[in-house]
């Protein structure tokens, strides 16, 4: 059924002015009032066009509205000591419309993709480029308007088309009617995006990686291409062959890596490495700018497009702890995101043979202060913190409170009055029980870049990876197991896993993927996804495309809801997020039931 509705909305004005605001975040630094169609009629106007639609990505990926929808309320991430029960961790009555992390994708989606299709529409009228410069600026702007429909459709469902005259039409207008596609449109939309641009023909992007970092090429839209049939496929709006064509571009890329310039890199460690963004392995990523006039990455009251990544996944490591202080190293503690049991006990179960753990997270912190609540003189350099491994707890529990520095395992912590001594002061101390304070810290986000007076509290400007080569064959290997072939899924998994091994453990860390596979079906890949992909946005993703979400979360993050909520746990419902309420409430139809734009059930 086809919703009809007069967009007079939150995403008409954004349509209606979406030039004004998108040239703020424009990366090339040279503003410009308007993008009109004329201007999408030149070389400028196209290059401007694509770039302020890129910027767009920047208020998603990396900052708390697109990390609060993704991260936490899942299986991985349950919120920390400074998010108190947030209703999109906890799913309870007040994740509703009026939630502001909704604007995150709804309130900047929309504005790229009229830009975008201002190019695709207008932008073959360009006679002052040459045709094929042209073609690829257009089939950047198909790259991200999928993108952003790709967003949209996983949180939302069946989302606008219509923006102008007709589906996937340039705007200008703030009267405008529009329609709720339904599921499959949508759909549609975005797969007749990313398979015009990597069929073969002459408008396909560039077969070779770009000399500019954060642009898409072929390799970029293989690679989505690939999860948006795997998406769909698990989808009320599945396609007979959606697996067999997810597998498919998934396999066309990895079987011609050379030609797209990418693979994977030789250590873990090195992907997610500081300066190290736009390796072999990277796909796609979103960039900042390290100028505080074109980025603001100033400590405090930033704009909303600033990358805080950075922060998030900080433990309380400098409360009550010997000798730390905060410093660019150890990052801002915001304090927002803890680990669940399952991530760091369950999913990297094997600390040993697989080192994922130890280069993904934090667990030791080292004296950088030694004035600071030390008054067992550890010195410089000395360890301050120790978040033991579980599967060392029995063996260092019982000497917890005859070390120096403090000690949390699983279980236990150092006793506050064994370590300050009797009359210390430590009320706001409770140790590691004190309920999601003190936890690893993820380090894939790490930013020590050079700032103005070696400031911690400044937000990060690195670019962020929103999809890497090692995913594909995740990707593939969800998509052959749904076929049936599992064990091409277990090799696929098995190149993975075995640049995950431990020096001598590769033949350890492949033996058993089939029979695991065999046995655990879908959720041995969502736990190998988490040992690869911890943190980079995918997981709440990841548990509504293979309804899991309900399951994991019930077992896995069973951190309260606040008093008196109605709703303490995800219902079926949840697998969607409810449309903003300024939305809803701007709209007019007459033709409507209750003449607003459509709300998804149960909000």
């Keep these: 059924m086809k919703l009809t509705t007069k967009i007079y909305t939150s995403l008409a004005i954004v349509l209606a002015v979406m030039m004004t605001s998108s040239c ?30 890129y910027a767009r990505f920047r208020y998603f990926y990396a900052n708390e509205g697109g990390m609060n929808m993704t991260v ?15 209703p999109l961790n906890v799913y309870d009555d007040q994740l509703n419309p009026i939630l502001g992390d909704l604007g995150a994708a709804w309130n900047n989606a929309y504005p790229a993709i009229n830009t975008c299709n201002g190019i695709i529409e207008i932008g073959a009228e ?33 989302v606008t088309l219509d923006l102008g005259s007709g589906p996937l039409q340039f705007n200008t207008s703030t009267e405008n009617f529009a329609s709720r596609a339904t599921l499959a449109e949508s759909y549609d939309a975005i797969v007749d995006d990313l398979v015009s641009i990597t069929d073969g023909g002459e408008d396909d992007l560039p077969d070779a990686r770009p000399t500019d970092p954060g642009r898409a090429w072929k390799a970029s839209a293989l690679h989505l291409l690939s999860k948006v049939y795997l998406t769909r496929g698990w989808s009320d709006a599945a396609q007979s062959d959606d697996f067999q064509k997810a597998y498919d571009a998934a396999i066309e890329l990895i079987n011609n890596k050379a030609t797209y310039g990418v693979d994977l890199l030789p250590d873990f460690a090195q ?17 900042w700018i390290d100028n505080v006039i074109f980025n603001n990455n100033t400590a405090f009251g930033g704009p909303g497009y600033q990358n805080r990544s950075n922060f998030f996944f900080n433990p309380f490591y400098e409360q009550n702890t010997p000798g730390v202080a905060r410093n660019v190293e150890y990052g801002r ?24 753990y130890d280069k993904s997270f934090r667990t030791v912190w080292y004296v950088n202060d030694p004035s600071r609540n030390n008054p067992k003189g550890l010195e410089l350099g000395d360890t301050a913190i120790w978040m033991v491994p579980d599967y060392l707890a029995d063996e260092v529990e019982p000497t917890i409170n005859d070390r120096r520095y403090v000690v ?20 706001d101390y409770d140790g590691y029980n004190e309920q999601n304070k003190y936890y690893p810290a993820l380090l894939k986000f790490l930013s020590t870049q050079p700032r103005e007076g070696n400031d911690p509290n400044v937000t990060s400007v690195r670019p962020f990876i929103v999809y890497r080569f090692a995913e594909t064959y995740l ?46 079906g879908i959720d041995y890949i969502l736990d190998e996804r988490t040992r690869e992909l911890v943190g980079e946005q995918m997981r709440w993703f990841d548990l509504v495309r293979t309804d899991k979400l309900i399951e994991r979360v019930n077992r896995y993050n069973d951190y309260p809801a606040r008093p008196g909520a109605i709703i303490p746990d995800p219902q079926p419902f949840h697998t969607l997020r409810p449309i903003p309420q300024g939305q809803i409430d701007a709209s007019v139809n007459p033709e409507a039931e209750n003449g607003q734009y459509p709300q998804n059930p149960g909000y």
């Excluded at 503690?333 to 697989?354: E, G, H, L, M, Q």
Aim: charged share 20%; hydrophobic share 40%; net charge negative.
């Design 333 to 356: 503690v915001w304090v927002r995101y803890c680990p669940t049991s399952y991530t760091t006990n369950i999913a990297f179960a094997d600390k040993i043979n697989d080192t994922r």
């Design 24 to 53: 703020e975040d424009r990366l090339d630094e040279q503003p410009r009032s308007v993008l009109t169609p004329d201007y999408f009629r030149t070389s400028a106007g196209l290059q401007a066009g694509v770039t302020a639609a």
């Design 475 to 520: 990707i593939a290997a969800e998509a052959a197991l749904q076929l049936g072939s599992i064990q091409e899924a277990a090799d696929l998994i098995n190149v993975i896993r075995t640049r995950a091994a431990a020096p001598g453990a590769e033949a350890t860390m492949t033996a058993n993927t089939l029979a695991d596979l065999q046995s655990e």
């Design 72 to 86: 936490y309320g899942t299986d991985e991430y349950t919120h920390a000591q400074q998010t108190t029960n947030p």
């Design 408 to 427: 949390f395992t699983p279980t236990e912590a150092t006793d506050p009055v064994a370590y300050f001594g009797e009359g210390t002061n430590y009320e």
């Design 271 to 287: 992907v997610h490495e500081q300066g190290n963004e736009w390796s072999s392995e990277t796909l796609w990523q979103v960039n």
């Design 126 to 158: 360009a006679t002052d480029l040459e045709p094929a410069e042209r073609n690829a600026l257009i089939a950047e702007a198909k790259f991200i308007r999928a993108q952003w429909y790709f967003i949209l459709v996983q949180l939302f469902g069946g």
